[in-house]
C-alpha cells in the first residue's frame, strides 16, 4: 500500500552536498558509492579541505586513516592521491582525491593532521609525488641511495639494483641487477612458459 511518507535523505549525500556547497570551486565532484562518500578535489586546495573537514561542526573528521597513491601511467597528471578520513564524534569516513604529478608538489596537510608525515612520506618514496611544506620529505620504506620509486606501473619488477653485504670490504654494496636464471613468466597451464628446452619430467606427458 502506498504511503505518503517522504523518503529518509541518504546521510552521506546530505554530508557531501554541504562540503560542496561550502567549499565551493575547492571541490570537484562528490560521489556516494558502496556506503562510502568520495570528494574530488583541487590539487591547491587540500589543506583548506582537510581544515575544513576537520573543524566544520557538520563534520569533525579528527583522525587521518591514510594517504595513498595510485599510478595512471596514461594520463597527464598520473596519480591520485588519496586520503581518508575518520570522523569518531559522527562515526563515518570519507575518501578525498586529488590528481598530481611528479613535478608540481602537493601542499602537505601534515600542519592540519600531524599523522600525515609519515604516510606522505611513504607516497614520495614509493611513487615519487613531492609534497610542499612537508617538516621532512625524505624516504622512509626504501634505502636513501634506492633509484626510482617502486609503486610505479613502468619500474622494472627486478628493480635496478640489488643489496649484498661485503665481506671484504665490511660494508654493504649497491651492484646492477643480476638475474642468475632465465627470467620466467607464469601462464597457470605449464610449469614454465617461453622454455625452449624440455624440463625433467615433462618427457612423461608426451609419451
Known amino acids: 500500500m502506498a504511503t505518503d511518507e517522504p523518503v529518509a535523505a541518504d546521510p552521506l549525500a546530505t554530508l557531501g552536498a554541504h562540503i560542496a556547497g561550502s ?17 574530488v578535489v583541487e ?30 601511467p596514461e594520463r597527464e597528471r598520473r596519480f591520485d592521491v588519496v586520503y581518508h578520513l575518520l570522523s569518531p564524534h559522527k562515526n563515518q569516513r570519507i575518501r578525498i582525491k586529488l590528481e598530481a604529478d611528479d613535478v608540481v608538489p602537493v601542499p ?16 614520495y618514496d ?16 626504501t634505502d ?12 622494472p619488477t627486478t628493480g635496478y639494483v640489488e643489496v649484498r653485504y661485503d665481506e671484504e670490504r665490511k660494508r654493504v654494496v649497491y651492484e646492477p641487477v643480476k638475474l642468475p636464471q632465465e627470467f620466467r613468466q607464469f601462464d597457470y597451464l605449464s610449469p614454465w612458459e617461453g622454455t625452449d628446452y624440455v624440463l625433467p619430467g615433462d618427457e612423461k606427458r608426451s609419451s
Do not use: N
Open 108 to 123: 602537505s596537510i601534515a600542519p592540519v593532521f600531524p599523522g600525515a608525515d609519515w604516510f606522505e612520506r611513504e607516497t
Open 23 to 39: 567549499l565551493g570551486a575547492a571541490v570537484v565532484s562528490q560521489t556516494v558509492a558502496h556506503g562510502e562518500l568520495t570528494l
Open 43 to 72: 590539487r591547491d586546495a587540500i589543506v583548506e579541505v582537510a581544515t575544513f573537514l576537520r573543524d566544520d561542526p557538520a563534520c569533525r573528521f579528527a583522525c587521518i586513516v591514510d594517504v595513498c597513491g595510485v599510478d595512471y
Open 144 to 155: 636513501y641511495g634506492f633509484d626510482g620509486h617502486p609503486m610505479r606501473k613502468d619500474f
Open 126 to 141: 614509493l611513487y615519487g609525488v613531492l609534497f610542499s611544506g612537508h617538516p621532512d620529505l625524505r624516504r622512509i620504506l
